[in-house]
């Protein structure tokens, strides 16, 4: 079985500053993939980040970056200079094989 | 950009009748599944399809069923629908669940279900 863990329900950010948002996972697959996802409040879930399991280096996609710590089954979500327009829903989520879990999600909002 | 689209937005149903929530994408994935999305659960997999025709139980598929019987569309059947099912479904999509960055999921905009 595989899990994920986001111990954050919401969270507050200043506008311009950077945030980190936890993941934690567990799993027996040798081979998975982890991946970060936004939801604002229209719905929609959007894709934001892709690491795998044997990546060496950690995932960067513009202002997000992640922070693969796989010693410590963490895959935490790092958002430089926050924007208005990144209050919405994150959710981390791992693939294994044939399977997908997602964590409960973390409300962030940014503050002007 | 890989489109994914669900039949309704909003849907109101009483109690015991048959649902049916259509999902469609245009990019010739491999896979589909669909999802429920209540606050404080996030997301739960109820069923998904890998191949035309073939299904797998999520991890909540009990009260639901689904059909897959072209490649491009996904249908999730609430044969009796119940108060407790009243929640967003999410159907989406991915290229391949045979790992690495193809099984990024693409998502439509869900469909907000309540059962009276």
């Known amino acids: 079985a595989q899990k994920i863990t986001q111990t954050q329900p919401g969270m507050f950010v200043q506008e311009k500053e950077a945030v980190t948002l936890d993941c934690t996972y567990d799993?027996?697959?040798?081979?998975?993939?982890l991946f970060w996802y936004k939801q604002p409040s229209s719905g929609e879930m959007i894709f934001l980040i892709y690491?795998?399991?044997?990546?060496?280096q950690n995932a960067t996609e513009g202002r997000y970056s992640l922070n693969f710590q796989k010693a410590r089954k963490s895959a935490n979500l790092v958002i430089s200079a926050s924007q208005l327009g990144d209050s919405a829903m994150y959710f981390c989520?791992?693939?294994?094989?044939?399977?997908?879990?997602f964590g409960t999600g973390t409300k962030l909002q940014v503050i002007p | 950009d890989v489109k994914v689209t669900q039949s309704s937005r909003y849907l109101v149903k009483r109690t015991g009748e048959k649902v049916f929530l259509e999902c469609v994408q245009d990019?010739?994935?491999?896979?589909m599944f669909w999802y429920r999305q209540d606050p404080g659960l996030g997301l739960r997999l109820i069923y998904f399809s890998y191949d035309v025709k073939m299904k797998e139980k999520g991890d909540i598929p009990e009260g639901y069923s689904v059909s897959r019987e072209k490649k491009e569309r996904f249908s999730l059947i609430l044969e009796s629908a119940s108060t407790n099912q009243t929640s967003m479904y999410l159907c989406?999509?991915?290229?391949?669940?045979?790992?690495?960055?193809?099984?990024?999921?693409?998502f439509g905009p869900g469909t907000r279900l309540l059962v009276l």
């Open positions: 990019m010739d994935h491999e896979n």
């Open positions: 989520a791992m693939t294994g094989y044939q399977k997908v879990t």
């Open positions: 989406a999509s991915s290229p391949t669940i045979a790992g690495g960055r193809e099984e990024t999921q693409y």
């Open positions: 799993t027996s697959d040798p081979s998975y993939g």
């Open positions: 690491q795998g399991s044997y990546d060496q």
